[in-house]
Nanobody, 124 residues
Framework: QVQLVESGGGLVQAGGSLRLSCAASGRTFGSYGMGWFRQAPGKEREFVASISWGGGNKYYADSVKGRFAISRDNAKNTVYLQMNSLQPEDTAIYYC?????????????????WGQGTQVTVSS
């Protein structure tokens, strides 16, 4: 069974930073793309960032481009999301997702595995 466990969420003031981590187990982590999604109350789950198996290809939602950075450490079976210049509209539950192929993708339907989510709250 593939398991993804997020950590690093919390409360931060506008303009601050957080780094989320996602620890994976249960399959060959380094062979698959990974992504981050978020879901705010009353909204659909939306794409945030993705990274290919080797880290060479990355995608970002326009809303976070230039502020967030996705990275991975395959030796540690971990993917990260560095979030800078956080704004109240970034408030959401953030989910780590595991892909079925090696590429980075923005398509939620390409992801087969999901973590339980971690809450990020940004105060104004």
């Amino acid at each position: 069974q593939v398991q993804l466990v997020e950590s690093g969420g919390g409360l931060v003031q506008a303009g601050g930073s957080l780094r989320l981590s996602c620890a994976a187990s249960g399959r060959t982590f380094g062979s698959y793309g990974m992504g981050w999604f978020r879901q705010a109350p009353g909204k659909e789950r939306e794409f945030v960032a993705s990274i290919s198996w080797g880290g060479g290809n990355k995608y970002y939602a326009d809303s976070v481009k230039g502020r967030f950075a996705i990275s991975r450490d395959n030796a540690k079976n971990t993917v990260y999301l560095q979030m800078n210049s956080l704004q109240p509209e970034d408030t959401a539950i953030y989910y780590c997702a595991g892909g079925q192929r090696g590429g980075a993708t923005m398509n939620i339907f390409e992801y087969a595995y999901w973590g339980q989510g971690t809450q990020v709250t940004v105060s104004s």
